[in-house]
């Protein structure tokens, strides 16, 4: 693994490591909100470990404001993402060439700007592979319809932002005005439905965080996207209340959507 530091067109300095394979094929992780580039329970630090030894090269990077990358995250936005998209596949271009196959592996909420990255670039990635991904901002966040996205937008935290500038998901991370505007304002599934690329949506109907009606009701009629459906998993791919991501379940799990997405590039 190599570790690289990338620069936004807007300031920003993204860390990124490079897992290198033998084959011409390129995934790109794009993870979650407050977490990083490793993704919950180091998931995509062992997915780009198990696809170099199968063939395929990975880029994972840090988001702005997440991980060792730099700002804070006031400065997470789903503009802010797709301009560390831009830069990051500029990376993979000046790291593997014009011959690289590059595609897109992303969870939950990095799942939009992997949506708008094939819409935008549909001759430069070739597929787009989503895990339990975020598809609705208004039915995940602004009208949510987890308990645990409730207590995030509740009427209490919303007064907060609006006194401080910051909401918190935590005790450590927030976000602010700029991102929950945005989340009024855009809609990845209206790029889901023009994306020319193949599409894999990977979902536990046991989300408590992501809302699986969600994703299926976004996926309905679409020909070119493939809904696979984790039963009995949570978010990602734990079964409901495993931490540690060690069950059986978890495990077998992870497994599975390894293999569905290395099925998914050789389609």
């Known amino acids: ?158 007064d907060q932002l609006d006194q401080t500038g910051r909401l918190y998901f935590d005790e450590s991370f927030y976000i602010g005005h700029h991102l929950v505007e945005e989340m009024r304002l855009i809609n990845p599934v209206g790029a889901l439905t023009q994306l020319k690329q193949r599409v894999l949506v990977v979902h536990g109907d046991r989300d408590s965080m992501v809302p699986y009606d969600a994703t299926h009701t976004a996926c309905r009629g679409l020909e070119h996207v493939r809904l696979v459906t984790l039963k009995g998993a949570d978010h990602g791919f734990v079964e409901p209340d495993d931490e540690e991501g060690r069950l059986p379940g978890s495990v077998a799990n992870k497994e599975r959507i390894l293999r569905l997405v290395e099925e998914h590039l050789q389609c």
């Open 1 to 158: 693994m190599e570790d690289l530091r990338v620069h936004t067109i807007d300031g920003f300095d993204l860390a990124a490591v490079v897992t290198r394979g033998r084959t011409d094929d390129v995934i790109i992780w794009m993870h979650g909100i407050s977490v990083d580039k490793d993704e919950y329970l180091g998931f995509f630090r062992e997915g780009a470990l198990w696809f170099a030894n199968r063939g395929p090269s990975s880029i994972r990077f840090d988001f702005r404001g997440h991980g060792a990358s730099s700002g804070t995250p006031l400065d997470f936005t789903v503009v802010g993402q797709n301009l560390d998209v831009r830069a990051i596949l500029d990376l993979a271009r000046r790291q593997f060439g014009a011959g690289a196959r590059l595609h897109i592996v992303a969870a939950s909420f990095g799942s939009p700007p992997a949506i708008f990255a094939g819409h935008r670039y549909p001759k430069v990635v070739l597929s787009v592979s989503l895990i339990a991904p975020v598809l609705s901002y208004e039915r995940t966040f602004l009208v949510p319809e987890t308990e645990w996205a409730k207590a995030i937008f509740s009427k209490d935290q919303l």
